[in-house]
């Protein structure tokens, strides 16, 4: 990380919040490289994220994502991070280090509308935990690490982006 860098964004919230979605898009508006966490933990595994879980369990899925976390240099990019990334407080205080910390707050019903392949898209999570229990564990975790929350209901991927913009150049002031 250097002094004189421009900082970077790091995007948390739940899946399917948007992150990997508006961080393109604000990684080209920003004219920063754009980074998705698990593309990461993927590329160091040489295996997806559902592979990981199905051999090895969420608990070392978890893991890995906070070793991958810390071991990685986020200097002057945009960062989607997976939804489970909030689990690992010495992840958050690494990655947070690179630059403000953005949780997209998306209502539990509209994440319910969109991640309706609950069962294989991969969450880090029990089994037998629902995506409202998913929600309710992590919503204080999301709040604690936030630099900025920005609410996007009823906002298109257009209009997210935009209030992401504009919560940043506040937050920047
Ligand atoms: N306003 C919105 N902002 C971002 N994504 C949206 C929006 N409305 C619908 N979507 C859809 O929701 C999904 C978000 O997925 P993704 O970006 O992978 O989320 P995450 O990385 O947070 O899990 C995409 O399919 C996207 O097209
Ligand atoms: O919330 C989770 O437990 C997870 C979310 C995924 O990322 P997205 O939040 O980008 O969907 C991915 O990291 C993994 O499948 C676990
Ligand atoms: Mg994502």
Do not use: W
């Not at 608990?59 to 489970?84: H, M, P």
């Amino acid at each position: 990380m250097s002094e004189n860098a421009p900082s970077s964004v790091v995007l948390i919230g739940m899946p399917g919040a948007g992150k990997s979605t508006i961080g393109q898009a604000l990684a080209i508006a920003r004219g920063q490289d754009f980074v998705d966490t698990d593309r990461l933990i993927e590329q160091r595994e040489g295996k997806s994220l559902q592979a990981i879980l199905d051999m090895h369990g969420y608990q070392a899925l978890r893991k890995i994502e906070a070793d991958v976390l810390q071991s990685s240099d986020f200097s002057n990019k945009v960062v989607a991070t997976g939804g489970s990334a909030v689990y690992s407080a010495a992840a958050m205080t690494h990655i947070g280090q690179f630059g403000p910390c953005v949780f997209i707050d998306i209502p539990l019903a509209e994440i319910i509308r969109r991640v309706s392949n609950f069962s294989e898209r991969g969450i880090a999570g029990p089994p037998g935990q629902d995506l409202q229990g998913v929600y309710t564990e992590r919503l204080p975790l999301y709040r604690r690490y936030a630099d900025i929350s920005v609410d996007g209901s009823d906002l298109d991927e257009a209009g997210l982006l935009a209030r992401v913009v504009a919560s940043l150049a506040e937050y920047n002031k």
